[in-house]
């Protein structure tokens, strides 16, 4: 187990100097996330392992850029769409392979969405049997504003996926979706992969860990129990903080209590 810092959390700062950044403060992994395509290109990608080929810093995850596009690339009634977007993703798990990176997080659909349940675990499936040749697991993250959110939608994938029911836990989401995170983690069927981590408090429902009131040590021994083997990284927004090193600070005062 190691607690990282997610690229996001720089967010807007661009993705190569958030990864040298990490680098340089000894953080132990990381998830990137992606903020256009240019950042797909094979010549960047090279470049992000020049960053880190001198560095312990190890990459656990990646986000796709087009979350918010998933609703109508990939799980839409028009189904040429989803087969071009089974190209798109397939970029993604070759990117995953070469960074090391073991899996890639997915919103999906919104609330609004048309395909029943049981149409949009089949295209999760397509995509994660692609993932599966590189490597790579394809984890449904719970997102408030997204199907997601709600643990029924989250106990459904478990109950029609079987084995390829897997998932990232985001705290802050949860909380923005009014649900507590034991709720959620017992809906994901603790089929937990990775771990988005933030503190919130009255002050706040997206703070840099320690800030707030939430137990961390007890979500810890809670998924260690449940056999979790995976990271926990920090997510949060840009607004969570004023200057970078209270990201630092932070991560820091968070390793020494657990």
């Given at each position: 187990?190691s607690?990282?810092i997610s690229?996001a959390?720089?967010?807007?700062l661009?993705?190569?100097?958030?990864l040298a950044?990490?680098?340089?403060?000894?953080?132990?992994?990381?998830e990137i996330?992606?903020?256009c395509?240019?950042?797909?290109?094979?010549?960047?990608?090279?470049?992000?392992?020049?960053?880190?080929?001198?560095?312990?810093?190890?990459?656990?995850?990646?986000h796709?850029?087009l979350?918010?596009a998933?609703p109508?690339?990939?799980?839409s009634?028009?189904?040429r769409?989803?087969e071009?977007?089974?190209?798109?993703?397939?970029?993604?798990?070759?990117?995953?392979?070469?960074l090391g990176?073991k899996?890639?997080?997915?919103?999906?659909d919104r609330?609004?969405?048309?395909l029943?349940?049981?149409?949009y675990?089949?295209r999760?499936?397509?995509l994660?049997?692609?993932g599966?040749d590189?490597?790579?697991t394809?984890?449904?993250?719970?997102?408030?504003?997204?199907?997601s959110a709600?643990?029924?939608f989250?106990?459904?994938m478990?109950r029609?996926?079987?084995?390829?029911a897997?998932?990232?836990?985001?705290?802050?989401q949860s909380v923005?979706?009014?649900?507590?995170?034991p709720?959620?983690?017992e809906a994901?069927?603790y089929?937990?992969r990775?771990?988005?981590?933030s503190?919130?408090?009255?002050?706040?429902?997206?703070?840099?860990?320690?800030?707030?009131?939430?137990?961390?040590?007890?979500l810890?021994?809670d998924?260690n129990?449940?056999g979790?083997?995976g990271?926990?990284?920090?997510e949060?927004?840009?607004?969570?903080?004023?200057?970078f090193?209270e990201i630092?600070?932070?991560?820091?005062?968070l390793?020494?209590?657990?």
């Amino acid at each position: 187990m190691s607690i990282g810092i997610s690229t996001a959390s720089f967010y807007p700062l661009e993705t190569e100097e958030a990864l040298a950044f990490l680098c340089e403060n000894n953080i132990p992994c990381t998830e990137i996330f992606f903020n256009c395509r240019r950042e797909l290109n094979e010549s960047f990608i090279d470049y992000i392992l020049d960053i880190k080929k001198n560095s312990n810093l190890r990459i656990s995850a990646l986000h796709p850029m087009l979350s918010f596009a998933e609703p109508y690339m990939i799980f839409s009634e028009y189904m040429r769409r989803f087969e071009e977007s089974e190209e798109n993703f397939k970029r993604y798990f070759e990117i995953a392979e070469r960074l090391g990176a073991k899996f890639i997080n997915l919103h999906g659909d919104r609330p609004t969405g048309k395909l029943p349940v049981e149409e949009y675990c089949q295209r999760f499936k397509i995509l994660a049997d692609i993932g599966k040749d590189f490597g790579v697991t394809l984890c449904q993250e719970n997102v408030n504003g997204y199907r997601s959110a709600d643990p029924e939608f989250l106990a459904d994938m478990v109950r029609l996926l079987g084995d390829d029911a897997n998932f990232t836990l985001d705290i802050k989401q949860s909380v923005r979706a009014g649900y507590t995170v034991p709720e959620i983690m017992e809906a994901m069927d603790y089929r937990i992969r990775h771990v988005h981590i933030s503190d919130h408090s009255p002050a706040g429902e997206c703070l840099l860990p320690t800030r707030g009131h939430f137990d961390f040590g007890s979500l810890i021994t809670d998924l260690n129990n449940h056999g979790y083997q995976g990271d926990y990284v920090i997510e949060v927004y840009r607004n969570a903080y004023k200057e970078f090193n209270e990201i630092f600070e932070c991560h820091k005062a968070l390793v020494d209590s657990i």
